[in-house]
């Protein structure tokens, strides 16, 4: 019985510095988080009136396809007002063109790929 027990405290510390791929083949935990992804439900496609700044899947009204909106991010009003209160803070140098790099403070344009129509702007 010492003896087993000897060697089973011997198995445990030589398992880790074995070489992959003897033994306990590796392959077989990373294909479980693939079979998860199937069982989600399928997305609801929403109406354009819910889009904000992210792509979302709607009914495109011009072409009656499900689909994906393209989002094209134009400054806004939002990135306008910032642009100029740093220009009066005296930010002129270039910092005042931050607003226009920031995703934030763009509007959001929602086109259909089917269609190219514009299906929704989303203004801040
Ligand atoms: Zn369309």
Not at 26 to 31: H, I, L
Not at 47 to 71: A, D, F, Q, R
Request: net charge positive; charged share 10%; proline share 11%.
């Amino acid at each position: 019985n010492k003896l087993k027990v000897h060697f089973f405290k011997h198995a445990l510390l030589v398992q880790p510095t074995s070489p992959p791929g003897v033994g306990v083949a590796p392959t077989a935990g990373t294909q479980q988080p693939q079979a998860a992804v199937v069982t989600q439900p399928p997305p609801v496609p929403v109406s354009v009136m819910y889009l904000t700044e992210i792509p979302g899947l709607v009914n495109c009204p011009h072409c009656h396809h499900t689909v994906t909106t393209k989002v094209t991010y134009v400054p806004g009003t939002a990135a306008w007002c910032t642009c100029v209160l740093l220009a009066l803070m005296g930010l002129i140098c270039g910092f005042c063109l931050i607003p226009f790099a920031i995703r934030g403070l763009q509007d959001a344009h929602h086109s259909c790929p089917q269609c190219r129509n514009v299906l929704h702007i989303y203004r801040r």
